[in-house]
């Protein structure tokens, strides 16, 4: 699928696919249990702030919500299971960027697309950071070029494996700055940063939440966080767009869609439940404590950022040619 052509195509095969597998009339029945279903395993920080928000909507819809965890691939597992569901308001996909959006735009093996959901809610986000050992003896943005440039060698950077946040932000870094980069595979981010303060790597892109405390301590260097506007919480750290880099504007998220053809109205009143949930200030504060944004919006701020993910990272995968098999 051509990515300049896929919102529109999108939007189309939205409207077919729901049109062919809505029954009329299909919709949950009052009490029938709600199943999100999460692409991680228990124990993590977003599958327990899902909990969180699950125990908070069985309240409010009185019925039940429950969280049901299917690890694996990527979030193909996750994702091929809610798109098979039954639209009928009883089952969410708890998505993000990997699992959902880049999982679409950099794999031709998968049986679903974005148009296999409808988009219900926003739920958080969080910015990158464009960080580099303290050893590297950079203070900026501009310091780095210049250091790349004078040695004539690539920056070896951390990704997360092929077409991941981290190894795509890659590219889009080194057109910005016009120097090659060359990036290296982890599987964590733990890893990668003892790497990073031992100068095998020149530069990560990583959660603030994952360097904020090497930083402060002296290890590494953030140069700048990948948002607009200065994160609140880390008031000291200067963005790339302040920096006069806007291009380098890049953030994860995670958010609820449902099945095409899920009723309109089912995704509205699980929609409302979440946006009362999602407004919950302890909760905020664990996200915020956590390095993420919380992101309060309904359907049209789903759609708004899938939108935005064919725009920018489709055009990051189309102009470099990117297929995963």
Request: hydrophobic share 45%; no cysteine.
């Amino acid at each position: 699928m051509p990515i300049a052509n896929s919102r529109n195509f999108l939007a189309a095969a939205g409207l077919a696919m729901a049109a062919a597998v809505a029954p009329a009339g299909l919709a949950a029945q009052s009490g029938d249990t709600i199943r999100l279903i999460v692409p991680y395993g228990a124990g993590g920080l977003v599958e327990g702030l899902v909990r969180e928000i699950a125990e908070n909507m069985s309240g409010d819809l009185n019925q039940p919500v429950i969280v049901e965890n299917r690890p694996g691939s990527n979030g193909i597992i996750a994702a091929t299971m809610a798109a098979n569901a039954a639209p009928d308001g009883l089952t969410y996909f708890v998505a993000a960027t990997g699992p959902l959006s880049l999982n679409v735009m950099l794999r031709d093996d998968i049986t679903f697309g974005l148009e296999s959901f409808d988009p219900v809610g926003t739920m958080m986000s969080g910015p990158l950071t464009i960080t580099v050992p303290s050893s590297l003896g950079v203070d900026s943005i501009e310091e780095l070029r210049a250091h790349a440039e004078s040695t004539g060698r690539p920056l070896r950077y951390q990704t997360l494996g092929p077409g991941s946040v981290t190894h795509l932000f890659g590219l889009v870094f080194q057109e910005s700055l016009g120097v090659p980069l060359v990036d290296v595979s982890y599987p964590n981010n733990a890893s990668a940063i003892v790497d990073v303060i031992a100068g095998q790597l020149d530069l990560i892109f990583a959660t603030p939440i994952d360097l904020v405390s090497h930083h402060e301590a002296g290890d590494v260097r953030i140069l700048a966080i990948t948002s607009p506007e200065r994160d609140p919480g880390l008031p000291d750290l200067p963005t790339t767009t302040e920096l006069g880099f806007p291009e380098l504007v890049s953030s994860f998220w995670f958010g609820f869609v449902a099945p095409a053809g899920t009723p309109e109205a089912e995704v509205e009143r699980f929609s409302a439940a979440l946006q009362r949930a999602m407004s919950n200030d302890e909760l905020q504060t664990r996200m915020r404590s956590a390095g993420m944004h919380p992101h309060v919006g309904g359907p049209d701020a789903m759609q708004a950022q899938l939108d935005w993910d064919v725009d920018f990272w489709g055009g990051v995968i189309a102009a470099n040619d990117i297929v995963i098999e």
